[in-house]
């Protein structure tokens, strides 16, 4: 019996004005599929199933950043994001 997998992959930098950003939260939403991005912002998920997704950016001090992806078959994808300082910490 063949095993299949998904040789999907998304790779990437994250950065806010020009500077990366380390250790942010990158998921898939409704799965078990997520990574932290290390400290030159570089990150990689890899074994996406094939479909609609929806890819979610979290990190203490920046906005959320949700973004609607399409994965199809043994796509290997470079995906560079920027983020948003969240100033609202500013006013506790």
């Given at each position: 019996m063949p095993v299949f997998t998904q040789n999907n992959s998304i790779t990437g930098t994250?950065?806010?004005n020009s500077e990366s950003v380390p250790f942010v939260n990158i998921y898939i939403s409704k799965t078990k599929i997520g990574t932290t991005s290390d400290e030159n912002g570089f990150y990689e998920l890899k074994n996406i199933p094939n479909g609609k997704h929806t890819l979610v950016l979290s990190c203490?001090?920046?906005?959320?950043?949700?973004?609607?992806?399409?994965?199809?078959?043994?796509?290997?994808?470079?995906?560079d994001f920027?983020?948003?300082?969240?100033?609202?910490l500013d006013e506790i």
């Open positions: 994250i950065s806010s203490i001090g920046y906005q959320t950043k949700i973004i609607k992806i399409t994965v199809e078959k043994n796509q290997k994808t470079q995906r920027s983020l948003i300082e969240d100033n609202s």
